[in-house]
């Protein structure tokens, strides 16, 4: 007989006791949930027996195959759910939220407005020890989930309720999340390595241990990145490790450690590299003769430095420039400011590169200082003191345009901006704002999100150019945001209200 397919079936075909087809046919109605009384079954069964018998010995008025899609729903609709117990209700906080005033400005960042201070919200509310209300745990755990920068903040934020939340939702559950040695095993790559930072800021000791006994294992791509952690809490005690590094298949790992072992001038990788520069270099009165490598060898290699140039460069100025890198400043026997004094016949601008690049890898705060004022980058800043950082870069923003190098530099300073570099700051958007406006949109933003909030009365009355109004609303955002999260003085206590009100 034919069916609805084509296919032929034996002629001695199972059927039931009322004659029709058995077999599996009657058993789909249970499968789905189906009822064995009723109409619905019926209807499956006309539909079943039409397409077993086949269309053209028993006509069918319809769609088959449509009619029987709709009816296998309904049976699946019509399925009797198991009994489930409910979750457990959620616990009492132990902790107080977040006023109503801050929760609202939450709600209004996480809205979309001035977004990019989610960060800056999170920490101070964090810092206050409350809880955000219910309502807003959803979005912030979404989040938490794509961005882990927040996690930090959000396991003091988030309370009881949010971890009872995480419980039920698995893309939540990072929350629950303790490091333990279950972790360092069975962890995926990001969890390892949070693992691994927190132990490292813990116990430095432990953690390069904790990598020693599963190294051999490690993929190429986790061995990079894992001996990048180990540059929080360096010291010598993680020499013999990175030494050992050095010899690993992957270039990254290697380039990794030698990285790392440049910041150790005791080193031995540190005094290869110094013996390596004494051969190139002789300092004679004010004059610095050099004699760069003629060849890269694999014991050269071997510390990091590697033998392909890039586009534009000769492979001897190359290898001069990493040699000079890796090598202990110490080595020169002389102060920067003595050193940038002399002449370099032929080789000054590959020297100089090179010592701004052996600045930023050994964070040396002198040569820092000095090398800002030949090649002022961010990376030098990292070095040095916050209140020296802020000096330089006031300075820089003094004598430069608003492109992408000032933009650079600022984003290298670490601590709000003080009165010193806002004002430098102000001073140029004022400037810029009367000939190219349209050069400022990220320098107001900057200005906006790093000069310390208490200054924004110092912008509303800096000028009244929209580039500057911006900054000083901003800043005025910023402000209440912090004192929003204060906590709440006494009803008798007196309170200072401001004579005018801003915008």
Known sequence: MTTYDGRRHPANERRDESGRLGGAAGAVPERLGGVVE???VSRWEELTSAALVGTDRRPYHGVLLEDAAVEVARLRAGRRLGPLAPPE????????????????????????????????WLAAAAATGCRVPPRMLPDLLDRGRRDGSIRV?????????????????????????????????????????????????????????????????????????????????????DEPFLEAALDDRRREVRQSAANLLTRLPASRMARRMAERLRACVTVTGDLIVIEAPQACDKAMERD??????????????????????????????????RLLAMRVPDWDAEVRTAWVRAAVLQRDPEWARAMFGWDPIADLLVSLPPQEQ??????????????????????????????????????????????????????????????????????????????IQQVAALLRFRADLHKELLPEMPDSAPVMRPTKEHP
């Open 38 to 40: 009723g109409g619905a």
């Open 89 to 120: 209700p959620a616990p009492g906080e132990d902790r107080p939220a977040v006023g109503r005033r801050a929760a609202e400005r939450l709600a209004r960042i996480l809205g979309g407005e001035h977004e990019r201070l989610l960060p800056e």
């Open 153 to 237: 903040h959000l396991g003091v934020l988030a309370g009881r309720r949010g971890r009872w939340l995480a419980g039920l939702n698995p893309a939540w559950a990072y929350l629950l999340a303790e490091p333990t040695g279950e972790t360092w095993e069975l962890g995926g790559p990001g969890d390892r390595r949070a693992h691994l930072r927190e132990l490292r800021a813990a116990d430095p000791g432990a953690a390069r241990l904790l990598l020693e006994s599963t190294w051999e294992r490690e993929t190429p791509d986790d061995r990079a990145e894992f001996v990048a952690l180990l540059a929080d809490g360096l010291s010598m005690a």
């Open 304 to 337: 990091g430095i590697r033998p392909k140039p890039p586009r534009g460069l000769g492979e001897r100025a190359w290898w001069l420039q990493q040699l000079i890198s890796r090598a202990p400043l110490a080595a020169w026997g002389h102060p920067p400011e």
């Open 390 to 467: 802020q000096d330089l870069a006031a300075g820089f923003v003094r004598g430069h345009e608003p492109d992408s190098q000032l933009i650079m530099v600022l984003g290298g300073v670490s601590s709000p901006w003080k009165e010193e570099l806002a004002t430098a700051v102000l001073h140029k958007i004022v400037k810029v704002a009367a000939t190219q406006p349209w050069n400022l949109g990220e320098l107001v933003k900057l200005a906006g999100e790093h000069i310390d909030p208490a200054l924004f009365p110092l912008a509303e009355s800096y000028s009244p150019v929209e580039p």
